[in-house]
Nanobody
Framework: QLQLVESGGGLVQPGGSLRLSCAVS????????IGWFRQAPGKEREGVSC????????YYADSVKGRFTISRNNAKNTVYLQMNSLKPDDTAVYYC???????????????????WGQGTQVTVSA
């Protein structure tokens, strides 16, 4: 069974940067597309970004396009989300999730994903 553990969250000032990591174990990462999702209090879960298992296909929500970058290192079984120019609206719990078989595609739809991490808190505040 795939296990995912997020890290790298924290408190940052507006305009700052954070890099989230999603460490995967229990299976080889190259069999899974990985998505990053976030959920703020009182709001629905939002698909932020995703990357296909080969890394050839990516997706970004309009709200983060140009500020966030997703990448993966299959040899290290880790997926990253580099977040720059952070805004208070980016405050949320961030989750990574695994979708088996997403070789050339990934999805922004959370229900497509089979495995989820426990989440890491990102707070953007002065």
């Amino acid at each position: 069974q795939l296990q995912l553990v997020e890290s790298g969250g924290g408190l940052v000032q507006p305009g700052g940067s954070l890099r989230l990591s999603c460490a995967v174990s229990g299976f080889t990462l190259d069999a899974y597309a990985i998505g990053w999702f976030r959920q703020a209090p009182g709001k629905e879960r939002e698909g932020v970004s995703c990357i296909s298992s080969t890394g050839g296909s990516t997706y970004y929500a309009d709200s983060v396009k140009g500020r966030f970058t997703i990448s993966r290192n299959n040899a290290k079984n880790t997926v990253y989300l580099q977040m720059n120019s952070l805004k208070p609206d980016d405050t949320a719990v961030y989750y990574c999730a695994g979708l088996r078989g997403g070789i050339t595609w990934c999805s922004r739809v959370g229900s497509m994903y089979d495995y989820w991490g426990q989440g890491t808190q990102v707070t953007v505040s002065a």
